[in-house]
Structure formats: C-alpha cells, structure tokens
C-alpha cells in the first residue's frame, strides 16, 4: 500500500481510515501497570504506520476511550488525526473487545481507493464500484 499511496497512484490523498480489532481479553495488572493504557498499546502504532504509508507527521489528535468489559482500563478508541501539512483526514480506532481480529487500512484519493487488511494478508485497488486484488508481499 505504501508504494501506491507514495507515488500518486490515488491521486492527492483525501482520507485514511484504520482500525485494529482484537479479542476480549482482560488486560493483567501487571500489564496495566506498564502498558499505559489503549493508546501506548496500540493507538501510537497507527502513528508509526501514517508515518510509514505518507510520509508525513502528525500535527493533532483528537481521542475518545470507552470501557466496554475492562474496570481498570479502557477497551476501545477513537481519534481523528490531522496530518501536516494539510494532508489528508485520519480517522483511527481499535477495541479490545471484540471476539473478532482485524487490522484495516482503507486509504481513499482523488483517482481511487485502497483497501486491506495486514493480519488477513488482502488488498484491494477500488474505482467506482469494481474492487481488484493487489500484490503484497509474503508474510504481509
């Protein structure tokens, strides 16, 4: 993805959308004692990745958590990054408390769509309403 969203291929880049799902495990106290919560654990991970796919920063964040199955710490968030620069829209969001698992990059431009799924191992190119799968990587 990071190749096609680099060199134009999308068109200027308009929005991002990621999200990480994983099951519903209670974290341990030990764990919630180091982890620093949602956000260290798995939000600042959408950040490396941003960095990684547009080569751009961060400029600001907004962020909300909710406590769905956990007391001592929050299960799911929600942020809505804005890139410098003036780049595109980014809206993030993981839970721990889900039964299923997921990692969706959805990155959308000007000449079409880009979609997959790093621990499902697809991609797709989107344009319109037709949907062709992408090359990735073994292992990816």
């Known amino acids: ?41 798995k939000a600042i991970h959408f950040f490396d990745l941003l960095r990684y796919l547009t080569g751009r920063e961060v400029d600001r964040v907004w962020c909300q958590t909710s406590r769905v199955h956990t007391t001592r710490t929050e299960d799911n968030f929600l942020a809505t990054l804005e890139m410098a620069g003036g780049g595109p829209l980014v809206a993030v969001n993981g839970s721990r408390s889900t039964a299923g698992r997921s990692g969706l990059i959805d990155a959308a431009g000007e000449h079409g769509q880009l979609v997959g799924d790093h621990l ?10 037709t949907r062709t799968p992408t090359w990735l990587p073994p292992g990816a």
């Open 1 to 41: 993805l990071r190749a096609e969203i680099r060199d134009g291929a999308l068109g200027r880049l308009q929005i991002v959308h990621m999200t990480s799902r994983g099951p519903n495990e209670a974290p341990s106290r030990d764990y919630i004692a180091h982890c620093g919560g949602i956000y260290r654990d």
């Open 120 to 129: 499902h191992g697809f991609a797709y190119a989107v344009a319109a309403r």
